[in-house]
Structures are given as C-alpha cells and as structure tokens.
C-alpha cells in the first residue's frame, strides 16, 4: 500500500477504536516480522516481501504470525556499519569493508533481549551487513533470504519448545551444541545426529530450492537451483563432500546445473 492507500484505509476503519487500533489500521508494521532500515535498499526489500510469500518462506512467515508477536522475527539491513549494536559480529574488513568471506554478508543470532531476570522480549534477528545491497544481485540476496529465515525458524524452533523458565538470558540455547537445541532436534528428528543447522538444513534444499526457482520466474527448473543452496552451508565446496551434503557427482552436476541461471527477479 502506499501511504496515501494506508492513511485512507486507517481513516475508512477508524468508528470508535482506540488510538492503538488507530495506528494499527494506519500501517504500523506487522509486529511478527520487523523490517530495520530496508528503506535504504529497495531492491533488497523488494526481494524480501516476494520471499515471503512463496513455499516454505511464507510456511514460516505464517509461522511467526501465529505467535502473535510473542517471538519476532527481524530483517536489519546494516546499511552504514553502525547501525546495529551486533555488527562487529557481521565480520566486516577493517573499516567496515568488505570482508570478502561470502558468509559473512549476514549473522542470524537469537536473542532472549532481557534487561532483567523477568522482563524478556525474545527475537532472532538477521543483520544485512552494508555491502549486502551494493555487491549482490537480487537472486543472489534471494539465497542469502532463504538460508537466514530458515536459521529463524530453527530459533523459532527453541523458543515454541521452551518454557520461559528454561531459556537462559543469553543466546548459546539457540545455536547448536546446547541441550535444549539438543533435546528439541531428537523430540522431532528421533536423533540428535543432525544437530548442526547447517546439517539439518540440508533436509530441505528441495524446499528452499523450489522457492528460490518460482521467485526467479521459474527460469529453468527447480533443480537447477540446488547449487544455490548448497553453497551456503559450507564455506567451501569441497566441504560439501566431505561433510556428507553431496557426493562429487552430485555436486558436478548441480554446478553445472546452475550456471545458466541469470537473476530474474522483477526487483529493479
């Protein structure tokens, strides 16, 4: 909507609502997912909300609306370096350049947010380092979008299957290695064998695939989009053999599969 359309729709619902309701019909922003200073890169907001309404990406979305804002899902485009309190975990070069490490262009981190042992508001939060918008074209944002918002979900993963009492103040219980990531994995998996995000990612690159391919205009087919995937859950390709992702066949074919593939997004 533009904010002429939201006014008038805020206007047109107003009757006799509250103040809050007021700004709620206005446009505030949907309180699951929160959008920090995307403003500054429309192509990659542009990205984000087709995203999100496709496949396993909007499954999630849903996800988090069903939480009621309870546990929040946050895109924040790091669009100057300072912007966020986390970006030194961005691993920027010196002077915020870039690094030249691809997997440093987001962190993903869960966070309790508790100023004291009661008053917690619980969010995973994926921070956009500055250099996200100007070094990547918008299928290649697209790859990045879908491997951090299933990190998200994994976060959302341990905060459905915790009480308040057993998630600590700091953010180890949502990365792997803790018990709680642990126990959750085994209750849904029936082994704690795939524990690593990364490893358990792996279980749905058909998924992330095919919704990176109807987001491309279904340009070529949804297998071609495999490699796009894969390259995000090791630094190197070479892991992905010897990690057990793929066989060298396997992953000879999907490279050779996705190297006609050209950005198609309609996101100018």
Not at 27 to 55: N, R, S
Not at 155 to 171: K, N, Q
Not at 177 to 197: A, E, I
Request: aromatic letters at 14%; charged letters at 20%; one cysteine or more.
């Amino acid at each position: 909507l533009t904010p002429e359309e939201m006014i008038n729709n805020a206007i047109d619902n107003m009757g006799e609502c509250s103040l809050d309701g007021f700004y709620q019909a206005l446009g505030k922003e949907e309180d699951y997912i929160i959008k920090k200073y995307l403003d500054k890169c429309p192509q990659m907001e542009c990205v984000l909300d087709k995203m999100l309404d496709i496949g396993i990406c909007n499954q999630i979305k849903n996800s988090f609306n069903e939480l009621a804002g309870d546990f929040d899902m946050i895109f924040w485009y790091d669009y100057n370096g300072h912007s966020h309190k986390f970006s030194s975990q961005n691993n920027y070069g010196p002077d915020y350049s870039f690094s030249g490490n691809k997997n440093d262009y987001v962190s993903t981190i869960g966070k309790k947010n508790c100023t004291t042992t009661t008053d917690c508001d619980p969010f995973t939060i994926q921070i956009y380092n500055k250099h996200f918008c100007t070094n990547l074209a918008p299928l290649e944002m697209a790859k990045y979008m879908i491997h951090e918002t299933m990190h998200s979900e994994f976060h959302r993963w341990v905060y459905e299957f915790s009480t308040e009492e057993e998630i600590p103040l700091y953010d180890n219980n949502f990365i792997t290695g803790s018990q709680l990531w642990n126990d959750l994995v085994t209750k849904k998996f029936g082994s704690n064998t795939p524990t690593n995000q990364h490893a358990l990612m792996n279980q749905y690159v058909d998924s992330m695939a095919k919704v990176l391919w109807e987001l491309n205009g279904k340009q070529g087919t949804f297998e071609q989009y495999k490699y796009f995937i894969y390259d995000l859950l090791t630094p190197d390709d070479e892991d992905l053999v010897t990690l057990g992702f793929l066989t060298q066949p396997e992953l000879d074919n999907y490279l050779a599969l996705s190297s006609p593939i050209t950005s198609n997004i309609n996101c100018p």
